[in-house]
């Protein structure tokens, strides 16, 4: 501990306490996704689009807060999969439309339990879990509201 700057110490720093967390929670996905051949990136951006198909490469890309140097290979992934199928636009060539497959709305089913499995693998409570995701979820609003 440093007697100098105890401020500086890691166990008081916020930024390690959320990296880590994050880290662990990705740690607890991998076997859940595993069986179904999904990284959590691609499981990210499969919940964007069951929830609604057929969006641009770029909102998916705000959405999952990816950026095009991670989504597109992503995508080509999935598309390779065949869970994914992407379009471009006739007006304009630029934009990218992304769609599920029949194959990758039926994943979504198989899917459906990974949530609840997930929440049983933290040892925490549902209301310790639910008040952890509105914390974060306020912390996060606020940033943007920043423009952070």
Request: hydrophobic share 35%; charged share 25%.
């Amino acid at each position: 501990m440093s007697a100098k700057f105890p401020d500086l110490n890691l166990d008081k720093q916020l930024c390690f306490s959320l990296y880590a967390a994050s880290r662990q929670v990705t740690r607890l996905y991998q076997p859940l996704l595993k069986r179904h051949d999904l990284t959590y990136p691609q499981y990210i951006v499969l919940l964007i689009l069951w929830q609604t198909d057929g969006l641009m490469v770029k909102d998916i890309g705000h959405q999952s807060q990816l950026k095009s140097n991670t989504l597109t290979p992503l995508l080509k992934r999935l598309e390779q999969s065949g869970l994914v199928s992407r379009k471009r636009a006739k007006e304009d060539e630029r934009q990218c439309y992304v769609f599920l497959t029949d194959r990758g709305k039926a994943l979504e089913k198989e899917c459906a339990c990974i949530p609840m499995e997930m929440m049983g693998q933290t040892d925490m409570s549902l209301d310790k879990l639910m008040q952890l995701k509105s914390l974060l979820d306020e912390f996060l609003q606020l940033q943007e509201k920043h423009g952070g």
